[in-house]
């Protein structure tokens, strides 16, 4: 069974500091990775998705790395801002014929003035 | 910019009671899912439509909870009768098929049973 680990599970850091979420899977099988941004109280939002093909996929101050060979993944966030707090969530899909996601339990970030 | 369409956006209920939740996904998308949150936790999926048809419930609490989406469009989620371990957040999603990438979440509905 897939689990999905994401490290660490808060983290405030100043504006305009670089920083990075950590993600971790257990079944290195996967068709692809997802990165989600959930504001509180909110549904998600998808920021990156990097197929299992790809080792990095970028959208603006948003960089994502996979090593599907060590079932990692990264969350790169450049000069971050206020407007970056949110809860940050990985998720893999099921490797067999559903697709289901299999999300980790997310990093709470905030950043601060 | 189309978007996965939720109703109500919150619910108070009382145990016991049913109540029922409705997602509407982007137009085209042939794959519906219903996932479950609660609070401090990732989304865990309770059921997966392909058009019409159930590929995935597993995780459905099949005794309460049904789901149907008769004409492959729109879905409903029903829960009768209602506990208070239901109250979270019930998040539709959408994508074009299974594993064809990006899946598009709605606002959610936050259940609330008192």
């Known amino acids: 069974k897939q689990e999905v680990t994401q490290i660490p599970a808060a983290l405030s850091v100043p504006e305009g500091e670089n920083l990075v979420l950590n993600c971790s899977f257990t079944d290195s099988a996967i068709y692809n990775l997802q990165w989600f941004r959930q504001d509180p109280g909110k549904g998600l939002t998808s920021l990156l998705l990097?197929?299992?093909?790809?080792r990095e996929q970028t959208s603006g101050r948003l960089n994502a790395s996979l090593d599907k060979s060590s079932g990692r993944s990264t969350l790169y966030i450049a000069a971050s801002q206020p407007g970056d707090s949110a809860t940050y969530l990985c998720a893999v899909p099921n490797t067999g014929t559903a697709s289901k996601l299999t999300f980790g339990t997310g990093t709470r970030l905030q950043v601060t003035l | 910019e189309a978007e996965v369409a939720q109703s109500p956006r919150y619910k108070i209920t009382e145990k016991s009671q049913a109540v029922a939740f409705w997602c509407d996904p982007i137009?085209?998308?042939?794959?519906l899912y219903w996932y479950r949150q609660i609070l401090g936790q990732g989304p865990e999926l309770l059921v997966q439509?392909?058009?019409?048809?159930?590929?995935?419930d597993s995780q459905l609490p099949k005794d309460r909870f049904s789901a149907e989406r008769l004409k492959g469009v729109d879905s409903t989620l029903k829960i009768q009768p209602a506990e208070l371990g239901d109250s979270a957040m019930y998040l539709c999603?959408?994508?074009?098929?299974?594993?064809?990438?990006?899946?598009?979440f709605g606002p959610g509905t936050r259940l609330l049973v008192l």
């Open positions: 999603a959408s994508t074009l098929g299974p594993r064809t990438g990006i899946q598009y």
């Open positions: 137009s085209g998308h042939a794959t």
């Open positions: 990097i197929q299992s093909s790809q």
């Open positions: 439509f392909q058009d019409e048809s159930v590929v995935d």
